[in-house]
T-cell receptor, first 111, second 114 residues
Framework: DQQVKQNSPSLSVQEGRISILNCDYTNSMFDYFLWYKKYPAEGPTFLISISSIKDKNEDGRFTVFLNKSAKHLSLHIVPSQPGDSAVYFCAASAAGNKLTFGGGTRVLVKP | DVKVTQSSRYLVKRTGEKVFLECVQDMDHENMFWYRQDPGLGLRLIYFSYDVKMKEKGDIPEGYSVSREKKERFSLILESASTNQTSMYLC?????????????FGNGTRLTVT
């Protein structure tokens, strides 16, 4: 059973608009969350993270929101750019142990 | 910049063959990992290692083994390849003792078992 789920396999958005990627988890022991971005034919690269003691973390155009009571996190990309077209994975860990990844969301930003 | 290099981009092997996937990192990282990526399932951890000659099972170790004889090199071995091991294999490394530190991934090896 997947402990980290990304229920939207794909997302299409117009350039300049906001992209919102969602991730749900079931394990209440998860205390650290990360987002990775993956282009075709490349390995994933780290994008942004958040600890469970926070509910928001921002880095430039990327903001991650964490709702612990709902066991839900989201990644906002504002404004979206064509170079943001990629597959995004959320991942979670408990007490610094191994990461559990979601299934990924493919984002297409249309010019 | 950290570089994680996987020796092959594409591999095609026959059922029953022994397959070696090699990974080298150049930043003296303690931790190394092997994942497989399958559509809709994300990345699943096969094995990891936090030191030379040390290895730990991940979530899906069955049918795989690993070797870490040198700090910079982590090999994934498929003892007898099967068609359900057709997948994208990703190697990663990280420097911190806990796994919250970001992973640095190689570009992947797409393995097809026929």
């Amino acid at each position: 059973d997947q402990q980290v789920k990304q229920n939207s396999p794909s997302l299409s958005v117009q350039e300049g608009r906001i992209s919102i990627l969602n991730c749900d988890y079931t394990n209440s022991m998860f205390d650290y969350f990360l987002w990775y971005k993956k282009y075709p034919a490349e390995g994933p690269t780290f994008l942004i993270s958040i600890s469970s003691i926070k509910d928001k973390n921002e880095d430039g155009r990327f903001t991650v929101f964490l709702n612990k009571s709902a066991k839900h996190l989201s990644l906002h990309i504002v404004p979206s750019q064509p170079g943001d077209s990629a597959v995004y994975f959320c991942a979670a860990s408990a007490a610094g142990n191994k990461l559990t990844f979601g299934g990924g969301t493919r984002v297409l930003v249309k010019p | 910049d950290v570089k994680v290099t996987q020796s092959s981009r594409y591999l095609v092997k026959r059922t029953g063959e022994k397959v070696f996937l090699e990974c080298v990192q150049d930043m003296d990282h303690e931790n190394m990992f092997w994942y497989r990526q399958d559509p809709g399932l994300g990345l699943r951890l096969i094995y990891f290692s936090y030191d030379v000659k040390m290895k730990e099972k991940g979530d899906i170790p069955e049918g795989y083994s690993v070797s870490r004889e040198k700090k910079e090199r982590f090999s994934l071995i498929l003892e007898s390849a099967s068609t359900n091991q057709t997948s994208m294999y990703l190697c990663a490394s990280s420097t911190e003792a806990n796994y919250n530190s970001p992973l640095h991934f190689g570009n992947g090896t797409r393995l097809t078992v026929t």
